[in-house]
């Protein structure tokens, strides 16, 4: 698909129907967020793949928001492991993580899988429960599957402001 319809004709689908992508199609979207640039290439991002019964139960159990998913990834980075700015104010671990995140949302759209980006959700609650090591941190939650019955994009889905609006050139 060309790059930008892609982008325009992605969305977040809040309404799955169940069924399992299949281990090739979830792997190019694995390897796309391999793929993603992070600073300094340090890649800290960590990438887990929730599909068991018992790590779904957890998310559910953390959030509402998978919305019927058969797969979500939760996308963390490892403070061990990241580049740390001038200043030492901040580092580039959830930057990272979520240039991760969105590559691999492209690229789901790219293989015709739905995603959505999903931030409603405690970290600190959601890293416990599926015991991730003390130096992770997550960031996002990425539900992929395949559109259910009746989900579509929102209706605001196409609403941009104008880029005046947005954009400053200085």
Known sequence: MEFLNLIKERYSCKKFDGRPID?????????AGRLAPTAKNAQAQRVYVLTSPKALAALDSITPCRYGAPVVLAVAYDRNSVFHYPGDTRDSGAEDASIVGVHMMLA???????S????????EKLKKALTLPENEDLVLLLDLGYRGEG????????SRKP???TVRVL
């Open 116 to 123: 959505c980006w999903v931030n409603f959700f405690d970290p």
């Open 163 to 165: 880029l005046v609006e």
């Open 151 to 158: 989900g579509g994009p929102l209706l605001n889905h196409t």
């Open 23 to 31: 281990e090739s199609v979830l792997t190019a979207i694995l390897e």
């Open 108 to 114: 789901a759209k790219n293989v015709g899988v739905d």
